[in-house]
């Protein structure tokens, strides 16, 4: 009793015992080495060996953790029954009046009160026996805060019924083991909370308890027992002045009075400027993570989409635009949009920063091969995954580590989640068999489709507007239909809809039901096809049976609509063609088909000596990498899949020496080989022998000019050659480089090939040698950068400002669609972006069909998970069965100054289907691609129609294919 006084505790009194406290708590190592000095002996040892199974406290709690977390939650509770105690007992010595001091004596020396600390301390005091035994390097915690707050309150509680007093006024420091116990805990609540909800949970419970100490320190040394300056009259007051202490505000209303008071405040003050900014960073760093990050998990609703890509400058502003279109109704889906780096271009960000995608777009950052970042998107509960690829650099290397990145995340995807459909975007077609040996559902090559819609846009320009205004969702506005150019902004509101309520079709032939439904609703049927089940192995990673299905677009006269048929079809909305399925087409008038068998008069105008082959079989290739499914592609007539000669070379294809590449080169010449007639075969040349000076120094007329990349070139080369032409068509190439050896064995045996060495932005070169504004086409190819900007395409575009107002048909590659609006025109750019659309429609280059953009293949990507059918119909469209015929044709001349419908009559008597029409602009020189017009449209003379011929199903040789089949096993 002596040691705390007989009246009330004084502050010197606390110091002594603090400083006793921490005095124990230094030596006490020492104490517990000579404790246990006599059980370390050799002798001792021996006279109570213990065995291996013995039992010993450290490791029954190593082995049971549960009771570590009982003891724990123990500390825990009874801290926070001490905390309230220690209020309580403040509040109380408030309240009385300090000068009788049998009323203060009352309060601490009350039996229950006496007894409960006892019992706290005495477990306090046990648990800390416990620590301390099991720590195994005892000297390193002789500073402990913890062990510190143990000795310092439990001596007291176990001395209390000893001397019949209670000493509170260090209960305070009890408050210190809730932040310990709840750091021991943060493990388990990382697993199931945020990072950024567990450190806001530790920055609160941090400031909360060190006000709390410190309100209690400066209340057992200031309080007005204690001095009778003192303004902390109550605990109130100490609490109100260790917050405006700790923020360091200081209004001086409330002052420390005494010398340790001070010194309490200089303390409190130097824990505060540690402790609360150090959580405080980190708290501010996982927020900045989020930022940079997105959300910790998807929290939207279920059966939402998600959409992973790799790159930012992704066109995800295009893939946001197709997918939410108005034409779409009210789409209630939502995406979680995951990217791998968070630096998005200006243009995506004003895309997101819109209230509308706001709310249904969930951006987050992260890598879609982590398992970890999968589960943030809650693919289980999608439905579907989107995979976007779009690599950093436009060099053939990064397109290459860009689909091998992909191929990756597919395999991840099916692993975690195999009921996930996905949709793949991959740049290299040669890589299409390994994506589709993952058992994707949709795979998309960014390179098949560009050189494809190029390679077609040569022998029939206009084709790329042709497209573009299938794959592009539009809606005309009211001030669209009141212009000019009314009917140029009617046919962008064509889609492609796919019905298979065929029953009001059945026993009706094809070219009649053309007729029928172009004449009551202004609709297009193109083309039929047929549903089928395609068998999976057993071994097969996919038990489940893969549905199938074949298109002919524009069959042979005379073919029937069957019961199992579906029918393509052009149309302004669904809700037409709902009324077209429900329409009884029994009564309706009856063509007269031209069934002779003789081609007509203006089929044989046709650029193509016969109708592409309709085969879509399984090449060795894929069987390879185990894929059974039906083919998705265009490229490959019958023989094995076509290869990418450019997919593991530089632009020089300096990096080209693999074998394997070697061998799907010779393929590709191979295949294109077969195509041209033998009277127009040429020996091998070398490529001295091709490279000339001047276009008019060899006589070449009406060539296609070919500037950009030597690489896409030769590709687009080779798949033009690959076309079953009547006449071969010359090609010049000008470039700075000529192409290496290992790029011109893909070319040397094509006929009519030629090279200009020079600079394709000199004008001296592009002009003179070259003879740009003389050829036929001019195709402008996007070059190859190491880094892929925006200013990607400014070589392009200044290469086509040149030579746009030439007699040629100039075609640029543009990398970024915003860029059209620098090619000469681009006045509604702005009412555009008003509309969500992410291409300028409205400039006539692209209404000409002479703008190619990057953003057709995520158009493309976005209609095929709403309409499954439309990637092999533009496939089909891409094999050559589309060209051009001029009204003032003597076969044609006739329908000048008369309506549309007549010249559509015309055709389908034998059995050609005209798409669109390509019409002079009133405002332009340039001919407005009309797709499916209006049958009340006046004809005149320098209108050109585009016209689809049969495709006739075909198979290849089956010699022929196992020969090829052979070859590539060998």
Known sequence: MSLFGDGIPSQITLVYYLLACFGFQLVLPLLWDLFMYPFKLKWFKKLFRREKNDWSVSDFLAENQVYMVILNLSDAFFSVVSCVIFVYLAVQVGRIDHANQEEYHAIFTKRWLIWTEFTISLIFFLHFLIRFSTEERKLSRIIHFEWFIDIATAFVGLVAPIIGFYYYNVMFLR?????????????????????????????????????????????????????????????????????????????????????????????????????????????????????????????????????????????????????????????????????????????TQETLAKPFYQKKVTLMQGVSTYRKDLIRTRLEKAECCFLMTHSDKSTIKAKIDSDAKTILACYAIKKYYPNVPIYVQIENEQHKAAVKAAGVKMVICTEQIRIGILAQSCLCPGFSALIGSLIHSYSPSKNDMLGDRQEYMKSLGFELYVTSKVDNFVGRSFHELVVNIYEKFGALLIGIGINKQVKVSQDDRRKHKESGFSIHLNPPLGTIIDQDNFCAILSQNKEEIERIEKTDFSNREVITENRDGRKSAIEMLSYYSEAPKDTHEVTPYEKSFGWTDERMESEDEGSDTETDETNSNGEDGSDLEDENQIKHIKDETKRAKKFIKEDEQVPERTLEEATIDSVQEAGIKRHTLLVGGMVPIIRLIVRVRRYKLKRIRPFVVLSDELPSDILWKTAKCLPQIYFIKGVDTDKRDLLGRADALNARNVIVLHSLSDDRE?????????????????????????????????????????????????????????????????????????????????????????????????????????????????????????????????????????????????????????????????????????????????????
């Open 175 to 347: 408050a210190g083991k809730i932040w310990y116990i709840t750091r021991y805990f943060k493990p388990w609540l990382v697993k199931r909370f945020t990072n950024l909800g567990v450190e806001i949970v530790l920055l609160a419970q941090v400031v909360t308890v060190l006000i709390f100490v410190s309100a209690g320190l400066f209340w057992v040394l200031e309080n007005s027992a204690i001095t009778d300056e003192s303004k902390m009259e109550t605990f109130l007051f100490s609490i109100y002045f260790a917050v405006v202490t700790l923020s360091t505000v200081g209004y001086g209303d409330v002052t420390a009075m005494t010398n340790l008071g001070k010194i309490a405040v200089i303390i409190a003050i130097a824990c505060g400027v540690v402790i609360i900014p150090t959580q405080a960073s980190r708290l501010i760093g996982l927020i900045t993570q989020r930022l940079k990050n997105g959300p910790a998990k998807y929290k939207g609703a279920d059966g939402h989409v998600v959409a992973l890509a790799w790159n930012p400058y992704s066109p995800i502003d295009v893939f946001l635009n197709e997918f939410y279109h108005k034409d779409r109704g009210s789409v209630r889906t939502e995406i979680c949009l995951m990217l791998a780096k968070n630096k998005l271009p200006s243009e």
């Open 790 to 970: 925006t200013t990607t395409d400014a070589k392009s575009i200044m290469i086509f400002r040149m030579v746009k107002r030439g007699k040629c048909f100039p075609l640029v590659d543009l990398e970024y669609s915003s860029n059209a609006a620098f090619l000469g025109v681009g006045k509604h750019v702005e009412e555009e972006e008003k509309n969500n659309n992410s291409i300028d429609f409205r400039n006539p280059f692209y209404s000409a069909g002479q703008i190619y953009a990057s953003s057709f293949v995520e158009s493309l990507l976005v209609q095929s998970f709403y309409n499954p059918y439309i990637v092999r119909i533009v496939e089909e469209l891409m094999r050559g069965c589309v060209f051009n015929v001029e009204l003032s044709n003597p076969h044609l001349k006739q329908f000048v100054g008369k309506e549309y419908k007549e010249l559509f009559h015309h055709l389908l008597k034998d059995g050609l289907v005209p798409l669109a029409l390509r019409k002079k602009s009133k405002r332009m020189k340039l001919r407005e691609v009309l797709t499916n017009p209006s049958s009340d449209v006046i004809l005149e003379e320098k209108d050109v129609v585009m016209i689809l011929q049969n495709s006739v199903p075909e198979k290849e040789d089956e010699n022929d294919a196992k020969e090829e089949g052979n070859e590539r096993r060998k």
